[in-house]
């Protein structure tokens, strides 16, 4: 059976799945963007391109979570194309290791937190790519810094289709996952606001999130700020004196988010980190180590 892609203009194919790929159709070949969480989601692209005589020409990979590029190993070692990434996210991607790392406070991580959900396979860069105009496959893409749900993450303008990554999500994603994960909380909740600006500048009628279905711009940015400020509301509630643990647990309850597994855990550990952080730089919270705990304190 054909490969189920959804066409979503003249030249963008959306790959639908738990990540959503896209597949632009230049002149000079395919574009592929985020090659999906595992092998056989990039095999099941190449499969695709082939059914429809589509010549592979490159992939932009958005961010390095390895959900994004764990792909992009098994389309290489068939198709050894030229691979584009934004800057950290490309020295990420060529040492994957580092994700269950950070998510592991910078130590050696537990097995559960190496899995291939955490860990893709590594990938080559071959360019670093930044917010701006890029010409690739004689396609015209414009860049756009959507960082805060990871370190330096880009979205693509083309067409009328504006392929946000993770800037967004889709209502019924964020249902699911109350908490969306975040390294940087205040620059996630400006991206979001950006992919509405984005697609007004760049004339996008439908935009693309990683996750969750297509949609006007300013409903999934709506969707995504609520979950966000929601978030922000709990953590700040919970720091009455407690540690970044209790924060979490409370959090987590005001939610009716469980966690029952050691990667799950993380995540959300390092999500109310990134909110914990910016709020204390806002001065919103302060740290005070009493005794050998770390006590976060709304003020
Ligand atoms: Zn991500």
Redesign the pocket.
């Known amino acids: 059976m054909a490969e189920p892609w959804q066409q979503l203009s003249e030249r963008v194919w959306l790959v639908p799945g738990a990540v959503n790929s896209a597949v632009v159709h230049g002149p000079d070949g395919a574009v592929v963007v985020d090659t999906g969480a595992h092998e056989d989601a990039g095999k099941r692209i190449l499969r695709g391109l082939r059914e429809r005589g589509w010549p592979l020409a490159a992939i932009v990979v958005?961010?390095a979570?390895a959900?994004?590029f764990g792909g992009n190993a098994a389309i290489l070692r068939r198709e050894r194309v030229e691979v584009l990434a934004p800057p950290v996210e490309a020295e990420l991607m060529r040492a994957p290791v580092l994700e269950p790392h950070y998510l592991f406070h910078g130590a050696v991580p537990p097995p559960e937190l190496t899995g291939r959900w955490l860990q893709a396979e590594p990938s080559p860069v071959d360019r670093v790519i930044d917010a701006g105009r890029l010409s690739l496959a004689g396609l015209e893409f414009q860049l756009v810094d959507v960082s805060g749900?990871?370190h330096r993450?880009l979205a693509l303008a083309v067409d009328d289709v504006f392929l946000a990554?993770?800037g967004v999500f889709g209502p019924a994603v964020i249902e699911r996952y109350p908490m969306l994960?975040t390294h940087d909380a205040r620059a996630q909740r400006l991206s979001a606001e950006r992919v509405v600006e984005a697609a007004q500048e760049y004339g996008a009628r439908l935009v693309v999130p990683?996750h969750g279905e297509p949609a006007p711009a300013e409903d999934l940015a709506r969707a995504t700020i609520d979950a966000i400020d929601r978030v922000r509301a709990a953590v700040t509630a919970a720091a009455d004196g407690v540690l970044g643990a209790v924060v979490l647990a409370r959090v987590a309850r005001a939610l009716a988010i469980t966690m029952s597994d050691l990667p799950r855990y993380h995540l959300n550990h390092t999500t109310v980190m990134a909110y914990l952080s910016g709020l204390r730089a806002d001065g919103a919270v302060r740290a005070e180590i009493e005794e050998g705990e770390l006590r976060w304190y709304a003020t």
């Open positions: 958005s961010h979570h959900d994004h749900h990871s993450q990554a993770d994960f990683g």
